[in-house]
C-alpha cells in the first residue's frame, strides 16, 4: 500500500488542522493504522492509532483529548483532528500502516509508511 500525507500547515496555538492519509494500492481496510510525528531535536514519537475497522483507537498521552484518529474505509483515508493545537505539537507528522490485526504504538510494527507533512505551531 501507498501512503500520502497531506494537510499540514502553519497555526496558532490553540489552533486546529486535520491532517488526511491517503492510500492506494491493496486493500486499505486490511491495514491498522497510524500517525507518528517527528519534532525537531526529538525522537519519532507514537501520536495515534486505529485498528481496521475504526473501532477501537488508542492515543499518546500528550494528545489525549485534543487529537482525534478516524478512518474512511470507503474512501481510503485516515484523518487525524488537531485541535487545540501546542507548540510542542510542531512536528512532521508520518501515517503508517500495519498488516498485524493488533493495536501497536511502536514504529518498527508498521509495514508502510507516507512522507511527512509538517505542522508547525507558533505561539
Known amino acids: 500500500v501507498q501512503l500520502q500525507a497531506s494537510g499540514g500547515g502553519l497555526v496558532q496555538a490553540g489552533g486546529s488542522l486535520r491532517l488526511s492519509c491517503a492510500a492506494s494500492?491493496?486493500?486499505?481496510?486490511?491495514?491498522?493504522l497510524g500517525w507518528f510525528r517527528q519534532g525537531p531535536g526529538k525522537e519519532h514519537e507514537f501520536v495515534a492509532a486505529?485498528?481496521?475497522?475504526?473501532?477501537?483507537?488508542v492515543y499518546a498521552d500528550s494528545v489525549k483529548g485534543r487529537f482525534t484518529i478516524s478512518r474512511d474505509n470507503a474512501k481510503n483515508t485516515m484523518y487525524l483532528q488537531m485541535n487545540s493545537l501546542k507548540p510542542e505539537d510542531t512536528a512532521v507528522y508520518y501515517c503508517?500502516?500495519?498488516?498485524?490485526?493488533?493495536?501497536?504504538?511502536?514504529?518498527?510494527?508498521?509495514?508502510?509508511w507516507g512522507q511527512g507533512t509538517l505542522v508547525t505551531v507558533s505561539s
Open positions: 486505529i485498528i481496521r475497522t475504526g473501532g477501537i483507537t
Open positions: 503508517a500502516a500495519k498488516s498485524s490485526i493488533l493495536l501497536s504504538r511502536t514504529a518498527r510494527d508498521y509495514d508502510y
Open positions: 494500492g491493496r486493500t486499505f481496510s486490511s491495514y491498522g
